[in-house]
């Protein structure tokens, strides 16, 4: 095993867990620019293929960062990442919860928090349109891929189904060619 390998994704998914804010999917455009584009990898197809089976499998959405890891470098390359986005987002967060009850009712600590959830939307709204940009590599063209994710968007705001409706209605939009 490349241990230069085993480092660089220790460094890449370290690095994306200090940002990570509302979870691993607004990390999506920053993740797949680091695996896609600089350090290749993976291809956009991949890596959405990638998405798309860890959020149809049971469990946290940072599934997709074992994925990765596992991709690019095996079983020990899943644990270096896995490890790599949880441990300092894990005592960050360990730290900041200590300080948290002594500056909860501070003005300026709600105002950062409200602050956080417009960059948490669109970082989300930029995951989507790069997981849509993604689909149209795979065969379906980009104007499809843009509706079908705007599709899901109008659903997932008017009615909040299960993930899994919207990906068991793609996988058979999938498998009947319509996409």
């Known amino acids: 095993m490349d241990n230069n390998l085993l480092a660089e994704l220790a460094t890449v998914f370290a690095r994306l867990s200090l940002m990570a ?11 797949h620019r680091l695996v896609v584009e600089t350090y290749h990898w993976m291809t956009d197809a991949q890596f959405t293929t990638l998405f798309a089976i860890t959020q149809g499998a049971p469990g946290p959405n940072v599934l997709i960062v074992a994925a990765i890891g596992w991709q690019v ?6 644990i270096v990442s896995l490890s790599a986005i ?14 948290r009850d002594r500056v909860a009712e501070a003005p300026w600590a709600r105002n950062i928090q409200q602050g956080l959830v417009p960059v948490t939307v669109g970082l989300v709204a930029a995951s989507s349109l790069l997981l849509a940009r993604g689909a149209s590599e795979t065969g379906t ?3 499809t891929s843009y509706l ?19 990906l068991a209605a793609g996988a058979i939009l999938g498998l009947t060619g319509v996409v």
């Open 21 to 31: 804010v509302g979870g691993i999917n607004p990390l999506l455009p920053e993740m």
């Open 73 to 78: 470098a095996g079983i020990p390359g899943a």
């Open 86 to 99: 949880c441990l300092p987002s894990a005592l960050l967060a360990g730290g900041v919860a200590t300080l």
């Open 141 to 143: 063209s980009a104007t």
């Open 148 to 166: 079908l994710a705007a599709l899901a968007l109008l659903v997932t705001i008017r009615h909040n189904p299960n993930p899994l409706w919207l």
